[in-house]
């Protein structure tokens, strides 16, 4: 017995329409190749499937136990034609993540590594950038996805939770600051602040958290490594987040956990309501949701 996927859409195409005419048009099929087809899978099974007369085709008992057999079967080979073309697609393809420096620099190098390794064919884009530009690229469709640390909760791109940043004082090693076992916003007022610039996350955060009592800027700069470098020399001390500490972890520097309220960061990873992912991107989606950062990274005295 030889019964193909194509005789078995064909007696469905038949079961669904009880019409020769319509049946062999779905199939894409002349009516009398149609009709040959079908008394072939009855020859090959041995039983009648449809009952015929001039005006009406019924199925058989036989054909609607076989129906049932028949759409389970076809059902099943269409999920293993489509898992197995989807997997295919994951070898090959591009896919492009806006993301904030912090996670940029030193989160996403060794997970893309890992994620090269099990998908070689893929070609990944990346934009480290401030969460705004991070929410443009993915609302002007260039690029599939972005982490950010703002909730871009619109008609047009959705936002779901991605992961949580402490905050943490760092100031020179000694500082009368690393001293306290649990700094207050009013202790870190009275000395020199070197801040991020207006336009950051971590900004606006620090700037919620320590109102009415601002901190005491002395310089405001762009880089996390250029603030390493000011505190470093001990123009002043900074506050920032768990994600950025490996630019921080030196002799020079003291590290402490602040627990202020309010201050602690998320971050969401934010899509298009209106278009899905392609397999190399929802690949890549799944590969960076299944490899988060740690709610708390560890922190130590310099």
Same mark, same amino acid.
């Given at each position: 017995?030889?019964?193909?996927? !194509?005789?078995?859409? %064909?007696?469905? *195409?038949?079961?669904? $329409?009880?019409?020769?005419? #319509? +049946?062999?048009?779905? &199939?894409?099929?002349?009516?009398?190749?149609?009709?040959?087809?079908?008394?072939?899978?009855?020859?090959?099974?041995?039983?009648?499937?449809?009952?015929?007369?001039?005006?009406?085709?019924?199925?058989?008992?036989?054909?609607?136990?076989?129906?049932?057999?028949?759409?389970?079967?076809?059902?099943?080979?269409?999920?293993?034609?489509?898992?197995?073309?989807?997997?295919?697609?994951?070898?090959?393809?591009?896919?492009?993540?806006?993301?904030?420096?912090?996670?940029?620099?030193?989160?996403?190098?060794?997970?893309?590594?890992?994620?090269?390794?099990?998908?070689?064919?893929?070609?990944?884009?990346?934009?480290?950038?401030?969460?705004?530009?991070?929410?443009?690229?993915?609302?002007?469709? !260039?690029?599939?996805? %972005?982490?950010? *640390?703002?909730?871009? $909760?619109?008609?047009?791109? #959705? +936002?779901?939770?991605? &992961?949580?940043?402490?905050?943490?004082?760092?100031?020179?090693?000694?500082?009368?600051?690393?001293?306290?076992?649990?700094?207050?916003?009013?202790?870190?007022?009275?000395?020199?602040?070197?801040?991020?610039?207006?336009?950051?996350?971590?900004?606006?955060?620090?700037?919620?958290?320590?109102?009415?009592?601002?901190?005491?800027?002395?310089?405001?700069?762009?880089?996390?490594?250029?603030?390493?470098?000011?505190?470093?020399?001990?123009?002043?001390?900074?506050?920032?987040?768990?994600?950025?500490?490996?630019?921080?972890?030196?002799?020079?520097?003291?590290?402490?956990?602040?627990?202020?309220?309010?201050?602690?960061?998320?971050?969401?990873?934010?899509?298009?309501?209106?278009?899905?992912?392609?397999?190399?991107?929802?690949?890549?989606?799944?590969?960076?949701?299944?490899?988060?950062?740690?709610?708390?990274?560890?922190?130590?005295?310099?």
């Amino acid at each position: 017995m030889n019964v193909s996927s !194509r005789d078995l859409r %064909a007696f469905l *195409a038949l079961a669904t $329409e009880r019409n020769f005419t #319509r +049946a062999a048009a779905a &199939c894409h099929l002349s009516q009398p190749a149609f009709s040959a087809l079908v008394r072939q899978l009855e020859d090959s099974l041995g039983v009648r499937l449809f009952d015929r007369s001039t005006r009406h085709v019924e199925l058989s008992q036989e054909g609607v136990e076989f129906e049932r057999s028949a759409r389970r079967v076809l059902g099943e080979l269409d999920a293993l034609v489509l898992g197995m073309r989807e997997r295919a697609a994951r070898e090959r393809g591009r896919v492009s993540i806006a993301l904030l420096p912090s996670l940029a620099a030193d989160w996403l190098p060794p997970v893309l590594a890992g994620f090269h390794a099990a998908h070689p064919g893929i070609e990944i884009d990346v934009a480290d950038v401030l969460s705004e530009p991070c929410i443009e690229r993915v609302r002007g469709g !260039r690029f599939d996805f %972005a982490l950010a *640390a703002t909730r871009a $909760e619109t008609p047009e791109l #959705r +936002a779901e939770p991605f &992961c949580s940043d402490s905050f943490h004082l760092v100031c020179p090693t000694g500082h009368p600051l690393s001293q306290l076992r649990d700094p207050r916003p009013r202790d870190v007022t009275a000395w020199p602040f070197i801040h991020l610039s207006r336009t950051s996350s971590v900004r606006q955060y620090l700037d919620a958290a320590t109102h009415p009592q601002p901190l005491r800027s002395i310089l405001e700069v762009d880089q996390l490594a250029t603030v390493a470098g000011m505190v470093r020399a001990g123009l002043g001390v900074s506050i920032v987040p768990a994600l950025t500490l490996y630019q921080f972890r030196s002799a020079e520097l003291d590290i402490r956990p602040l627990r202020w309220p309010g201050l602690n960061r998320r971050i969401y990873l934010v899509r298009r309501r209106d278009r899905g992912l392609s397999p190399a991107a929802q690949g890549l989606y799944d590969w960076v949701m299944a490899h988060r950062p740690q709610k708390e990274q560890p922190t130590r005295r310099g």
